[in-house]
Protein backbone atom coordinates (compact mmCIF):
# COMPACT_ATOMS: atom_id res chain seq x y z
CA UNK A 1 0.00 0.00 0.00
CA UNK A 2 1.25 3.26 -0.93
CA UNK A 3 0.87 6.26 1.57
CA UNK A 4 0.65 10.20 1.37
CA UNK A 5 -0.42 12.77 3.42
CA UNK A 6 -2.94 14.26 1.32
CA UNK A 7 -3.12 18.16 3.49
CA UNK A 8 -0.08 19.65 4.69
CA UNK A 9 1.00 23.55 4.27
CA UNK A 10 4.36 25.13 3.66
CA UNK A 11 5.88 28.96 3.59
CA UNK A 12 4.13 29.97 0.45
CA UNK A 13 0.27 28.85 2.00
CA UNK A 14 -1.62 31.98 2.68
CA UNK A 15 -2.70 33.98 6.17
CA UNK A 16 -3.75 31.75 9.11
CA UNK A 17 -7.05 31.64 10.62
CA UNK A 18 -5.89 31.30 14.48
CA UNK A 19 -6.67 34.57 15.86
CA UNK A 20 -3.34 34.56 17.90
CA UNK A 21 -1.68 34.57 14.49
CA UNK A 22 -3.53 36.71 13.29
CA UNK A 23 -3.44 38.96 15.86
CA UNK A 24 1.20 39.08 15.83
CA UNK A 25 0.62 39.23 11.76
CA UNK A 26 2.16 35.72 11.23
CA UNK A 27 1.76 33.43 8.10
CA UNK A 28 0.05 30.76 8.17
CA UNK A 29 3.11 28.33 7.81
CA UNK A 30 6.68 29.31 8.18
CA UNK A 31 8.26 25.22 7.02
CA UNK A 32 10.10 25.03 3.98
CA UNK A 33 9.10 22.67 1.15
CA UNK A 34 12.55 21.28 1.24
CA UNK A 35 11.82 20.02 4.88
CA UNK A 36 8.80 18.94 3.96
CA UNK A 37 9.74 16.62 1.45
CA UNK A 38 12.70 15.42 3.76
CA UNK A 39 9.71 14.54 6.48
CA UNK A 40 7.60 13.05 4.87
CA UNK A 41 9.51 10.71 3.24
CA UNK A 42 11.54 9.57 6.88
CA UNK A 43 7.42 9.44 8.28
CA UNK A 44 6.95 6.55 5.57
CA UNK A 45 5.21 8.70 2.93
CA UNK A 46 5.78 7.27 -0.56
CA UNK A 47 4.25 10.32 -2.69
CA UNK A 48 5.19 13.48 -1.21
CA UNK A 49 2.23 16.38 -1.41
CA UNK A 50 1.62 20.14 -0.25
CA UNK A 51 -1.75 21.55 -0.59
CA UNK A 52 -1.38 25.50 0.46
CA UNK A 53 -3.84 27.70 0.51
CA UNK A 54 -4.58 29.52 -3.03
CA UNK A 55 -1.09 28.76 -3.80
CA UNK A 56 0.73 26.12 -5.46
CA UNK A 57 4.51 27.31 -5.99
CA UNK A 58 5.93 25.17 -3.36
CA UNK A 59 4.37 22.46 -4.78
CA UNK A 60 6.13 23.00 -8.00
CA UNK A 61 9.25 23.64 -6.37
CA UNK A 62 9.32 20.06 -5.17
CA UNK A 63 7.77 18.81 -8.08
CA UNK A 64 10.65 20.04 -10.58
CA UNK A 65 13.32 18.18 -8.49
CA UNK A 66 11.34 15.26 -7.63
CA UNK A 67 8.60 14.43 -10.68
CA UNK A 68 7.88 11.05 -9.97
CA UNK A 69 7.27 11.19 -6.40
CA UNK A 70 5.68 14.75 -5.91
CA UNK A 71 2.06 15.32 -6.55
CA UNK A 72 1.12 19.31 -7.07
CA UNK A 73 -1.86 20.11 -4.98
CA UNK A 74 -3.81 22.70 -3.42
CA UNK A 75 -6.48 23.93 -0.96
CA UNK A 76 -8.98 25.94 -2.97
CA UNK A 77 -11.52 28.10 -0.82
CA UNK A 78 -14.53 28.40 -2.23
CA UNK A 79 -17.99 29.77 -1.43
CA UNK A 80 -21.83 28.87 -1.74
CA UNK A 81 -23.10 32.09 -3.57
CA UNK A 82 -26.10 31.66 -1.79
CA UNK A 83 -25.02 32.92 1.17
CA UNK A 84 -21.28 33.00 1.62
CA UNK A 85 -20.77 29.95 2.97
CA UNK A 86 -16.93 29.07 2.99
CA UNK A 87 -15.69 25.73 1.93
CA UNK A 88 -11.88 24.64 1.57
CA UNK A 89 -11.48 22.11 -1.20
CA UNK A 90 -8.48 19.78 -1.59
CA UNK A 91 -7.01 19.20 -5.21
CA UNK A 92 -4.32 16.79 -6.49
CA UNK A 93 -2.54 16.49 -9.47
CA UNK A 94 -3.41 19.98 -11.26
CA UNK A 95 -0.85 21.76 -13.64
CA UNK A 96 -0.48 25.39 -13.61
CA UNK A 97 -3.21 26.41 -16.17
CA UNK A 98 -5.54 24.43 -14.19
CA UNK A 99 -4.40 26.33 -11.31
CA UNK A 100 -4.98 29.21 -13.45
CA UNK A 101 -9.03 28.64 -14.49
CA UNK A 102 -9.08 27.21 -11.01
CA UNK A 103 -8.24 30.56 -9.60
CA UNK A 104 -10.72 32.24 -11.88
CA UNK A 105 -13.65 30.24 -10.52
CA UNK A 106 -12.94 29.42 -7.11
CA UNK A 107 -15.09 31.83 -5.51
CA UNK A 108 -18.35 29.88 -7.08
CA UNK A 109 -18.54 26.06 -5.25
CA UNK A 110 -20.66 25.11 -8.13
CA UNK A 111 -18.70 26.37 -10.82
CA UNK A 112 -15.39 24.58 -9.17
CA UNK A 113 -17.12 21.36 -9.02
CA UNK A 114 -18.33 21.19 -12.58
CA UNK A 115 -14.21 21.89 -13.54
CA UNK A 116 -12.98 19.75 -11.40
CA UNK A 117 -15.09 17.06 -12.96
CA UNK A 118 -14.61 18.28 -16.58
CA UNK A 119 -10.72 18.10 -16.78
CA UNK A 120 -10.94 14.67 -13.89
CA UNK A 121 -8.88 16.43 -11.10
CA UNK A 122 -8.88 14.23 -8.19
CA UNK A 123 -10.05 16.34 -5.33
CA UNK A 124 -11.86 16.17 -1.60
CA UNK A 125 -13.86 18.15 0.60
CA UNK A 126 -11.24 19.22 3.50
CA UNK A 127 -12.77 19.28 7.17
CA UNK A 128 -16.12 19.25 5.77
CA UNK A 129 -17.85 19.81 9.52
CA UNK A 130 -15.95 22.56 10.57
CA UNK A 131 -17.01 25.85 10.25
CA UNK A 132 -14.64 27.99 8.33
CA UNK A 133 -16.56 31.39 8.93
CA UNK A 134 -19.46 30.21 11.26
CA UNK A 135 -21.83 30.07 8.40
CA UNK A 136 -22.15 25.98 8.35
CA UNK A 137 -25.55 24.57 8.19
CA UNK A 138 -27.01 21.30 7.38
CA UNK A 139 -28.25 22.70 4.68
CA UNK A 140 -24.67 23.02 2.89
CA UNK A 141 -23.53 19.80 4.54
CA UNK A 142 -26.20 18.16 2.57
CA UNK A 143 -25.64 19.76 -0.55
CA UNK A 144 -21.70 18.69 -0.32
CA UNK A 145 -22.66 15.30 -0.56
CA UNK A 146 -24.59 15.66 -3.74
CA UNK A 147 -21.52 18.02 -5.18
CA UNK A 148 -18.60 15.53 -3.77
CA UNK A 149 -17.38 11.98 -3.74
CA UNK A 150 -14.67 12.04 -1.59
CA UNK A 151 -14.12 13.76 1.78
CA UNK A 152 -11.10 14.01 4.17
CA UNK A 153 -12.58 11.85 6.96
CA UNK A 154 -9.34 11.85 9.22
CA UNK A 155 -7.77 15.54 9.09
CA UNK A 156 -4.65 15.53 11.25
CA UNK A 157 -5.78 18.97 12.88
CA UNK A 158 -9.21 18.15 13.73
CA UNK A 159 -10.33 16.29 17.18
CA UNK A 160 -11.78 12.70 17.04
CA UNK A 161 -15.25 14.10 17.32
CA UNK A 162 -14.98 15.77 14.37
CA UNK A 163 -13.58 13.00 12.17
CA UNK A 164 -15.61 10.75 13.47
CA UNK A 165 -18.76 12.31 13.67
CA UNK A 166 -18.03 12.79 9.48
CA UNK A 167 -16.95 9.86 9.21
CA UNK A 168 -20.22 7.73 10.20
CA UNK A 169 -22.34 9.87 8.29
CA UNK A 170 -20.75 8.94 4.80
CA UNK A 171 -19.81 5.39 5.40
CA UNK A 172 -23.93 4.94 5.90
CA UNK A 173 -25.47 6.54 2.71
CA UNK A 174 -27.87 4.71 1.24
CA UNK A 175 -29.83 5.51 -2.33
CA UNK A 176 -32.80 6.55 -1.17
CA UNK A 177 -31.23 9.87 1.21
CA UNK A 178 -29.06 10.55 -1.80
CA UNK A 179 -32.55 10.78 -4.26
CA UNK A 180 -34.44 12.89 -1.31
CA UNK A 181 -31.26 15.27 -1.33
CA UNK A 182 -31.73 15.18 -5.27
CA UNK A 183 -35.39 16.50 -5.28
CA UNK A 184 -34.82 19.07 -2.28
CA UNK A 185 -32.11 21.17 -3.68
CA UNK A 186 -32.24 20.49 -7.59
CA UNK A 187 -28.43 19.29 -7.57
CA UNK A 188 -27.25 16.69 -9.47
CA UNK A 189 -25.03 14.03 -7.83
CA UNK A 190 -21.29 13.55 -8.70
CA UNK A 191 -21.12 10.09 -10.15
CA UNK A 192 -23.66 7.50 -10.93
CA UNK A 193 -22.72 6.26 -7.01
CA UNK A 194 -23.01 8.82 -4.96
CA UNK A 195 -23.79 6.89 -1.59
CA UNK A 196 -20.53 5.74 -2.29
CA UNK A 197 -17.93 8.05 -0.98
CA UNK A 198 -14.66 7.84 -1.07
CA UNK A 199 -12.66 8.71 2.30
CA UNK A 200 -8.89 10.17 2.77
CA UNK A 201 -6.43 11.46 5.43
CA UNK A 202 -3.95 14.27 5.84
CA UNK A 203 -2.36 15.63 8.77
CA UNK A 204 -3.45 19.45 8.01
CA UNK A 205 0.23 20.26 9.59
CA UNK A 206 1.39 24.16 9.41
CA UNK A 207 4.40 24.16 11.40
CA UNK A 208 6.13 20.84 10.61
CA UNK A 209 5.67 19.12 13.68
CA UNK A 210 2.57 16.49 12.59
CA UNK A 211 3.51 15.96 9.04
CA UNK A 212 2.64 12.24 7.99
CA UNK A 213 1.15 11.53 10.93
CA UNK A 214 -1.98 11.08 9.50
CA UNK A 215 -2.15 10.07 5.64
CA UNK A 216 -4.10 7.75 2.86
CA UNK A 217 -3.46 4.39 2.15
CA UNK A 218 -4.06 3.12 -1.37
CA UNK A 219 -3.01 0.12 -3.83
CA UNK A 220 -0.58 1.84 -6.42
CA UNK A 221 2.84 2.15 -7.77
CA UNK A 222 3.18 5.54 -9.46
CA UNK A 223 1.23 8.97 -8.60
CA UNK A 224 -1.01 8.25 -11.94
CA UNK A 225 -2.27 4.88 -9.98
CA UNK A 226 -2.55 7.00 -6.55
CA UNK A 227 -4.77 9.68 -8.20
CA UNK A 228 -6.61 7.22 -9.69
CA UNK A 229 -7.61 5.51 -6.27
CA UNK A 230 -8.65 8.63 -4.86
CA UNK A 231 -10.75 9.53 -7.99
CA UNK A 232 -12.44 5.64 -7.64
CA UNK A 233 -13.09 5.62 -3.75
CA UNK A 234 -10.98 2.95 -2.77
CA UNK A 235 -8.75 5.18 -0.73
CA UNK A 236 -8.38 4.76 3.13
CA UNK A 237 -7.70 7.45 5.82
CA UNK A 238 -5.19 6.22 8.92
CA UNK A 239 -3.25 8.13 11.40
CA UNK A 240 -3.50 10.55 14.56
CA UNK A 241 -6.18 12.97 15.48
CA UNK A 242 -5.76 16.25 17.07
CA UNK A 243 -6.22 17.12 20.51
CA UNK A 244 -6.33 20.82 22.43
CA UNK A 245 -2.39 19.67 23.54
CA UNK A 246 -1.43 19.80 19.90
CA UNK A 247 -3.33 22.98 18.38
CA UNK A 248 -1.79 24.50 21.61
CA UNK A 249 1.83 23.19 20.46
CA UNK A 250 1.16 24.36 16.91
CA UNK A 251 -0.07 27.58 17.28
CA UNK A 252 3.31 28.18 19.27
CA UNK A 253 5.29 26.90 16.79
CA UNK A 254 4.22 29.51 13.97
CA UNK A 255 4.39 31.93 16.36
CA UNK A 256 8.09 31.24 17.27
CA UNK A 257 8.75 30.91 13.65
CA UNK A 258 7.31 34.21 12.67
CA UNK A 259 9.52 35.41 16.07
CA UNK A 260 12.85 34.29 14.46
CA UNK A 261 12.29 36.43 11.44
CA UNK A 262 11.60 39.12 13.37
CA UNK A 263 15.10 38.80 15.19
CA UNK A 264 18.38 38.03 14.72
CA UNK A 265 19.57 36.83 18.15
CA UNK A 266 16.30 35.01 18.55
CA UNK A 267 17.57 31.65 18.84
CA UNK A 268 20.01 32.37 21.40
CA UNK A 269 17.79 34.05 23.52
CA UNK A 270 16.19 31.88 26.41
CA UNK A 271 12.35 31.56 25.24
CA UNK A 272 14.71 30.30 21.76
CA UNK A 273 17.04 27.90 23.71
CA UNK A 274 13.38 26.32 25.36
CA UNK A 275 11.65 26.19 22.09
CA UNK A 276 14.32 23.96 20.68
CA UNK A 277 14.51 21.47 23.61
CA UNK A 278 10.49 21.45 23.48
CA UNK A 279 10.85 20.83 19.21
CA UNK A 280 13.89 18.84 19.06
CA UNK A 281 12.88 15.51 18.69
CA UNK A 282 16.34 14.03 18.77
CA UNK A 283 18.19 13.33 22.23
CA UNK A 284 20.54 15.86 23.36
CA UNK A 285 24.27 15.76 22.12
CA UNK A 286 26.95 15.84 24.60
CA UNK A 287 27.42 19.82 24.23
CA UNK A 288 23.76 20.25 24.59
CA UNK A 289 23.42 18.45 27.57
CA UNK A 290 26.45 20.64 29.28
CA UNK A 291 24.94 23.83 28.22
CA UNK A 292 21.91 22.36 29.72
CA UNK A 293 24.01 21.37 33.09
CA UNK A 294 25.23 25.07 33.05
CA UNK A 295 21.90 27.05 32.62
CA UNK A 296 20.28 24.18 35.19
CA UNK A 297 23.32 25.55 37.74
CA UNK A 298 22.56 29.12 37.01
CA UNK A 299 18.74 28.67 37.57
CA UNK A 300 19.61 27.67 40.99
CA UNK A 301 20.90 30.86 41.78
CA UNK A 302 18.33 32.99 39.76
CA UNK A 303 15.39 34.39 41.97
CA UNK A 304 13.35 34.06 38.54
CA UNK A 305 11.24 30.95 39.69
CA UNK A 306 9.52 30.63 35.64
CA UNK A 307 12.96 29.99 34.70
CA UNK A 308 13.91 27.37 37.12
CA UNK A 309 10.63 25.59 36.66
CA UNK A 310 11.18 25.70 32.54
CA UNK A 311 14.61 24.13 32.91
CA UNK A 312 12.95 20.92 35.05
CA UNK A 313 10.32 20.77 32.17
CA UNK A 314 13.50 20.29 29.60
CA UNK A 315 15.12 18.12 32.23
CA UNK A 316 11.51 16.13 31.84
CA UNK A 317 11.23 16.05 28.29
CA UNK A 318 14.65 14.96 27.58
CA UNK A 319 13.90 11.84 29.58
CA UNK A 320 10.79 11.28 27.47
CA UNK A 321 13.03 11.21 24.23
CA UNK A 322 15.49 9.12 25.64
CA UNK A 323 12.81 6.78 25.78
CA UNK A 324 11.81 7.31 22.54
CA UNK A 325 8.16 8.40 23.24
CA UNK A 326 5.98 9.81 20.70
CA UNK A 327 5.46 13.42 20.13
CA UNK A 328 2.04 13.34 21.27
CA UNK A 329 2.84 11.96 24.71
CA UNK A 330 5.83 14.38 24.80
CA UNK A 331 3.23 17.41 24.02
CA UNK A 332 0.91 16.44 26.76
CA UNK A 333 3.54 16.29 29.54
CA UNK A 334 5.28 19.33 28.37
CA UNK A 335 1.33 21.36 28.20
CA UNK A 336 0.77 20.15 31.79
CA UNK A 337 3.41 21.61 32.58
CA UNK A 338 3.40 24.64 30.74
CA UNK A 339 -0.02 25.46 31.93
CA UNK A 340 0.81 25.24 35.50
CA UNK A 341 4.05 27.67 34.69
CA UNK A 342 1.32 29.98 33.15
CA UNK A 343 -1.25 29.79 35.69
CA UNK A 344 1.45 31.05 38.55
CA UNK A 345 3.39 32.88 36.02
CA UNK A 346 0.68 35.71 35.78
CA UNK A 347 -0.95 35.04 39.19
CA UNK A 348 2.37 36.07 40.57
CA UNK A 349 2.92 38.92 37.66
CA UNK A 350 -1.00 40.38 39.20
CA UNK A 351 -0.04 40.32 42.02
CA UNK A 352 2.97 42.15 41.29
CA UNK A 353 1.03 44.91 39.64
CA UNK A 354 -1.46 45.51 42.45
CA UNK A 355 1.33 45.54 45.01
CA UNK A 356 3.41 48.03 43.03
CA UNK A 357 0.18 49.84 41.90
CA UNK A 358 -1.06 50.49 45.50
CA UNK A 359 2.60 51.91 45.93
CA UNK A 360 2.32 54.46 43.16
CA UNK A 361 5.54 52.48 41.78
CA UNK A 362 5.59 53.16 38.08
CA UNK A 363 9.32 52.48 37.31
CA UNK A 364 8.48 49.00 38.86
CA UNK A 365 5.75 48.61 36.59
CA UNK A 366 7.26 49.33 33.62
CA UNK A 367 10.13 46.97 34.93
CA UNK A 368 7.67 44.30 35.81
CA UNK A 369 6.37 44.83 32.15
CA UNK A 370 9.46 44.44 30.14
CA UNK A 371 10.76 41.57 32.18
CA UNK A 372 7.43 39.20 31.99
CA UNK A 373 7.40 39.73 27.78
CA UNK A 374 9.21 36.10 27.48
CA UNK A 375 6.79 35.07 29.92
CA UNK A 376 3.66 36.09 28.60
CA UNK A 377 4.65 35.03 24.54
CA UNK A 378 6.23 31.62 26.04
CA UNK A 379 2.71 30.98 28.12
CA UNK A 380 0.02 32.92 25.77
CA UNK A 381 -1.02 30.23 23.51
CA UNK A 382 -1.97 27.96 25.76
CA UNK A 383 -5.13 29.55 27.09
CA UNK A 384 -7.30 29.85 23.93
CA UNK A 385 -7.02 25.57 23.21
CA UNK A 386 -7.34 25.32 27.29
CA UNK A 387 -10.63 27.53 27.07
CA UNK A 388 -11.96 25.31 23.98
CA UNK A 389 -11.40 22.38 25.40
CA UNK A 390 -13.50 23.01 27.91
CA UNK A 391 -16.51 24.53 26.04
CA UNK A 392 -16.15 20.92 23.93
CA UNK A 393 -16.29 18.75 26.96
CA UNK A 394 -19.72 20.47 27.61
CA UNK A 395 -20.46 19.92 24.15
CA UNK A 396 -19.34 16.38 23.50
CA UNK A 397 -21.61 15.80 26.59
CA UNK A 398 -24.23 17.29 25.45
CA UNK A 399 -23.62 15.87 21.99
CA UNK A 400 -24.04 12.30 23.62
CA UNK A 401 -26.97 12.95 25.93
CA UNK A 402 -29.15 14.41 22.87
CA UNK A 403 -27.90 11.76 20.25
CA UNK A 404 -29.07 8.91 23.20
CA UNK A 405 -32.57 10.89 23.65
CA UNK A 406 -33.45 11.80 19.99
CA UNK A 407 -31.22 10.91 17.14
CA UNK A 408 -29.76 13.88 16.23
CA UNK A 409 -26.35 15.56 17.55
CA UNK A 410 -27.15 19.01 19.04
CA UNK A 411 -23.89 21.61 18.87
CA UNK A 412 -23.17 25.16 19.45
CA UNK A 413 -21.58 27.34 16.35
CA UNK A 414 -19.52 28.73 19.52
CA UNK A 415 -17.23 25.62 19.67
CA UNK A 416 -17.02 24.44 16.15
CA UNK A 417 -18.37 20.57 16.79
CA UNK A 418 -20.41 19.16 14.34
CA UNK A 419 -23.60 20.84 13.14
CA UNK A 420 -27.22 19.51 13.64
CA UNK A 421 -27.86 16.58 11.75
CA UNK A 422 -30.91 14.12 12.04
CA UNK A 423 -29.17 10.90 12.40
CA UNK A 424 -31.97 8.92 11.10
CA UNK A 425 -31.80 10.53 7.26
CA UNK A 426 -28.36 9.13 7.44
CA UNK A 427 -28.41 5.92 9.60
CA UNK A 428 -31.93 4.29 7.76
Not at 70 to 96: Q, R, S, W
Not at 294 to 301: E, P
Request: hydrophobic letters at 35%.
Amino acid sequence: MARADLHCHSIYSEHPSEWFLQRLGAAESYTDPKFIYQELCRRGMDFIVITDHNRIEGALLLKEKYPERVIVGMEATTYFPEDGCKIHILIYGLNEYQYDIIQTIRTNIYELRDYLKQENLAHAVAHATFSINRKLTIEHLEKLILLFDVFEIRNGGRSRLHNDSLKRIIRNMKKEYIDGLERRYKIKPFSETPWIKGMVGGSDDHAGIFLGLTYTEIEADNIEDFLEGIRNKSSKARGRHNDFQGLAFTVYKIALDFAKTKGKNFSGSFVGKISDYIYNEQSLNFINKLRLKNMSKASLNSDYQMKRNFIELIHTLQREKDRDTDIDRRFKIAYRKISDIADNFFKVLLQSFEENLSQGNLIKIIRNISSSLPGVFLTLPFFPPSITCSITGKCSSKCRKGLAATGKIHSTKSCGLPIPLKISTVFP
